[in-house]
């Protein structure tokens, strides 16, 4: 009969028990993991980007020169944070259409990774610290801007606007103007005719922005009942108040050049950028009217809005800089 010893049998069980624990770690890290990226993925980080994007040439423009690199941290930080805090609230106001969509069904409150409750509190939370953050360490009016911000998105669009209006995403979208402003009025303490032109620039780009993004979802949006434009009009609709949009967004950037000094080169650019735009935008427009000119594409044009304003952002920040 074979015979185990003691000393051996009592190494195999701590092993067998070592194992079991890192296991279990494992396991625990990996949850930690996902619950932390699920938290991440409620602040839609891209949409973050994008509105930090106009955030930084403004801040740049305002100072003429590079603003100290604190306020630049601090007023990202918190900008950041605020965008965050909407984005968290809009997705808990908007999970039961979220379910419904396609482009939406996997974000963490439609999959249960997390619970209605903590995203309601993370979202006030984040909200509270974001405009504590700005308030303390940037100044007052930047931190009473981003509190706007923070109403128009929650209040006014979501809860307001986009089941009721097509026009939702046009007046709501002002929300996604105001980085320019918070921008400004942390480097100047208030804002000005450059700041106004600014917004008035992203005001008018997001219409050509988000609707192709509605064309290509149209379904979607039907099904959870939104009235976006494209889901209650025909295409060559939605497309023509495009290009009447793009036009109005060109003007603002032009008129940037006698208000705020910017230079012939800044002109040059922010022509070139508008005019290829609007021609997009009417490409859209004619294969709306005539199906045999192509298939319609949308979504170029969407990512082609997001081209346009990441360069005349650049643009934006470089003219300052130029010698002349």
């Not at 992203?202 to 979802?217: A, C, D, E, G, R």
């Amino acid at each position: 009969m074979r015979t185990i010893s003691p000393a051996i049998g009592a190494t195999e069980a701590g092993a067998s028990a070592s194992a079991a624990r890192s296991t279990e770690q494992g396991a625990r890290s990996k949850g930690l993991r996902r619950t932390i990226g699920a938290y991440v993925a409620l602040t839609k980080p891209r949409v973050i980007e994008l509105l930090l994007v106009t955030t930084l040439p403004t801040m740049i423009l305002a100072e003429g020169g590079l603003p100290s690199l604190w306020l630049v941290v601090a007023t990202l930080i918190g900008g950041a944070a605020a965008a965050g805090a909407a984005n968290v609230l809009n997705c808990y106001l908007d999970r039961d259409i979220d379910q419904v969509m396609n482009r939406t069904k996997r974000r963490p409150l439609v999959t249960g990774e997390l619970t209605p409750r903590a995203a309601l509190i993370f979202g006030l939370v984040l909200t509270v610290a974001s405009l504590t953050w700005l308030a303390l360490l940037v100044n007052v009016p930047s931190a009473l801007l981003t509190g706007g911000a923070i109403a128009i998105y929650v209040i006014g669009y979501t809860m307001i606007l986009k089941r009721r209006t097509p026009q939702n995403i046009v007046w709501g979208g002002a929300a996604g103007c105001m980085p320019v402003l918070i921008g400004w009025s942390s480097v100047t303490g208030g804002v000005s005719w450059a700041a106004a032109l600014l917004f008035g620039v992203i005001f008018f780009w997001t219409p050509p922005h988000y609707w192709p993004l509605s064309m290509k979802f149209r379904k979607d949006y039907a099904a959870a009942g939104v009235p976006m434009l494209p889901v209650v009009a025909k295409e060559s609709k939605v497309a023509k108040e495009m290009i009447a949009y793009t036009v109005a967004m060109i003007a603002c950037s032009l008129l940037l050049v006698p208000v705020a000094g910017m230079t012939w080169v800044y002109a040059l650019v922010a022509a070139a950028l508008g005019g290829w735009f609007l021609a997009s935008c009417i490409g859209l427009y004619r294969r709306a009217q005539d199906p045999s000119r192509g298939k319609l594409r949308a979504m170029t044009v969407f990512h082609g809005s997001i081209t346009y304003l990441s360069l005349l952002s650049v643009a934006v920040a470089v003219d300052v800089f130029l010698p002349f």
